[in-house]
């Protein structure tokens, strides 16, 4: 399995996860196992599709990653979630179904328990045309997949109620799918100032997240609603919106008063929003490395911003470098990543390509396999570094843990994430 862009496709390579629909997600506009041709790959370049997955014998036991059922379920996500957001958009008094937000949740969120293997965040799975219901969709599958690693950490930060009801993920999902539904609720000129500035400082904009609970409050669940309200809460005290006082005047919440949640979400929303930076109006969306947002999020996990421990668990479910994808190191050596260690994200391990040119010649029968050198792990080596990734050069985006427990989700805070202790907890 490899990950390649639309524009190096070539006709007869074989599909190995489905493509969705940009404009009708939860249909399939190509199947896995599809070989294409010069028509379908026209239709893909047409249609704004950037990347897709293709089978690659010598790299088929990385298919443990695809899931075409979780793709499949993450476009019937994001095609509920765009009809919600244009029944709110041309009535903000409407009813929400919470019931069919928490069924499809729910649904998804089977799918990833049921292949956990391919409950990893590899790239978009969704190249729609509509950058709030992809960034919403985005932001429901990883908070999703991190809950899945939290089982532990969320029983602990929800003491009073009981551990099965603690684990339940439905209502963190309905949240995160609806954390920016008040950003239909903005004058338009506020949402293109925002876009182009991405200014977290201007009052009109931090408005939504008040107008997105007035807008589900009574109508999902209030664990839901609150983490609506509450995504933008930040660890220091610094998030909004204010919370009123009896004594003293309105402040943001801070550590553990904001419930886990909206922690979860918040770490969603950041690095999917790092992910696809401010651009000028009328150009093009572009997408940062995966390893860059990382990164970047990291420096707002390490300024007191965001909770610590949720960023493990976006670290054991994003992959800096996703297996299957191309990378060149530092000594020119072209490779594919063929596994990582979350503890150590920016040190994959990658098999060399021999004949990069070759590479992707399709071949119609297998009695000419393409074949790979031999195994880096970059854990062991000093004197090489992943240089290039996803088009770009990544050379100063490499990050590494200041201690051996920083990215190891097996350790925990006790007593909450401002606790003082630390120990082995279960990963999830």
């Known amino acids: 399995m490899l990950r390649i862009s639309v524009d190096k496709a070539v006709p007869h390579m074989t599909l190995a996860l489905p493509v969705l629909h940009p404009e009708k997600p939860e249909h399939l506009l190509l199947k896995p196992g599809a070989e294409l041709d010069t028509h379908s790959i026209q239709k893909m370049r047409q249609m704004g599709v950037r990347r897709i997955w293709i089978r690659y014998p010598p790299t088929d036991f990385l298919l443990r990653y695809a899931s075409p059922r979780i793709v499949a379920e993450h476009g019937k996500m994001a095609s509920r979630l765009a009809g919600c957001f244009d029944t709110v958009a041309s009535d903000t008094h409407a009813d929400l179904e919470f019931n069919d937000y928490a069924a499809t949740v729910r649904s998804f969120a089977q799918a990833m328990l049921d292949e956990p293997s391919a409950a990893v965040f590899l790239g978009d799975i969704l190249d729609s045309s509509g950058p709030l219901v992809a960034h919403s969709s985005n932001v ?120 886990v949640f909206a922690r979860i979400i918040a770490v969603a929303d950041v690095f999917d929003r790092l992910r ?99 195994i880096i792990d970059l854990r062991n080596r000093r004197d090489v570094a992943v240089a290039f990734a996803e088009g770009e050069n990544v050379g100063t985006d490499s990050f590494h843990a200041r201690n051996p427990t920083e990215f190891d989700l097996r350790y925990q805070f006790v007593g909450g994430v401002l606790g003082s202790a630390l120990t082995p907890a279960a990963a999830g």
């Not at 930076?277 to 150009?283: A, E, F, I, R, T």
Request: some cysteine; overall charge positive; proline content about 11%.
């Open 140 to 259: 429901c599958y990883l908070s999703l997949l991190m809950a899945l690693k939290l089982d532990g950490y969320l029983i602990s930060e929800r003491p009073l109620i009981g551990a099965r009801r603690a684990q339940n993920v439905e209502n963190l999902g309905v949240g995160a799918m609806l954390h920016d539904v008040g950003m239909l609720r903005l004058a338009p000129e506020v949402v293109a100032d925002w876009e182009r500035t991405r200014d977290e400082s201007d009052p009109r904009w931090q408005k939504h997240a008040a107008l997105g609970f007035d807008t589900v409050r009574g109508k999902v669940a209030p664990t839901a609603a609150a983490a609506v309200l509450h995504h933008h809460q930040r660890m220091d005290g610094t998030g909004f919106p204010r919370r009123p006082r009896i004594m003293g005047p309105p402040r943001p919440l801070a550590g553990g008063e904001i419930h």
């Open 276 to 374: 696809a930076p401010p651009v000028p109006k009328g150009s093009e969306q572009v997408r940062v490395p995966t390893v860059r947002a990382l990164r970047q999020t990291l420096a707002l996990v390490r300024a007191g911003k965001l909770d610590p421990v949720v960023f493990k668990a976006l670290l054991a479910v994003v992959p800096a470098f996703a297996p299957g994808s191309l990378v060149e190191l530092s000594d020119g050596t072209v490779c594919v990543v063929v596994m990582w260690d979350p503890t150590r994200p920016c040190e994959p391990v990658v098999q060399i390509v021999p004949d990069p040119a070759d590479f992707l010649r399709p071949r119609a029968a297998l009695d000419d396999p393409p074949r790979l050198g031999h």
